[in-house]
């Protein structure tokens, strides 16, 4: 059985005892065939892993930069169907895995069985749905498996040890950790308890635990890379295609590939 690109991807870096980069850019941002070539040119730049941001209109954990993302993708008319055949296309050149952040509704809409096997045989390896609450859909997280498809779930600075402990034992793939309290975005500083928080986990789980939220220059990526087994940034990197939106889309995948490229050298 071929091994989940995920799984594969995170034990190649603890063979090499290093910290999975893992950026985060939204499908449809400015639009998608700029999304595909801006995957090939992260992963050229060192990327490990792709987080990608499925647009909706009523997101639950991001900040203004990301929500700003989703709008401008849906004010273009991008689709799921369209995503899901962007992501199967790029399969014919990429084999880096690909974790979707998705809504709930999103799935339930899709029927959980089918909309993982889409999104499996259009090349996806996982899902972050950041309002699925673990304890809730046994079901969803049982086909997962049964598909070997991850479903990564999320913990916070404010959530319970003993409630931390049941979805560190669950979560699927990676095990993604809320660095700050609120929404996403770029912080001045992370906070003083990240070290002691991860350090927490890793008696919880064997799964490897990735931070994200307010992780935005090369100092906070050097930091974490030294605690976590990954690192996801999407804030600055969204803020960058904003910043580029009017070049030509061959420019603008480069002057992101150069930020890209900062980060994963820190």
Known sequence: MVMNRVDKKFQELKQQKKAAFIP??????????????LI???????????????????PIADGPVIQASYNRALSRGVKVAQILAMVSSLRKESEIPIVAMVSYSIVFKGGGQAFIEKAREAGLDGFTIPDLPVEENDELFKIAKLKDFKLVCFVAPTTTDQRMAFIAQNSQGFLYYISVVGITGTRVRLPDDLVQNINKL??????????????????????????????????????????????????????????????VSA
Do not use: C, W
Not at 24 to 37: H, K, M, Y
Not at 42 to 58: H, R, T, V, Y
């Open 202 to 263: 890793r008696q919880m789980t064997k799964v490897p635990i990735a931070v994200g939220f307010g992780v935005s220059t090369p100092e906070h990526v050097e930091m974490v890379g030294k605690v976590a087994d990954g690192v996801i940034v999407g804030s600055a990197i969204i803020k960058e295609i904003e910043k580029y939106a009017n070049k030509p889309a061959g420019e603008l995948v480069r002057l992101v590939g150069e930020l890209v490229g900062k980060l």
């Open 24 to 37: 985060f850019i939204t499908a449809g941002d400015p639009d998608l065939s700029t999304t595909r070539e």
């Open 40 to 58: 090939l040119e992260l992963e050229k730049k060192g990327a490990d892993i792709i987080e990608l941001g499925i647009p909706f209109s009523d």
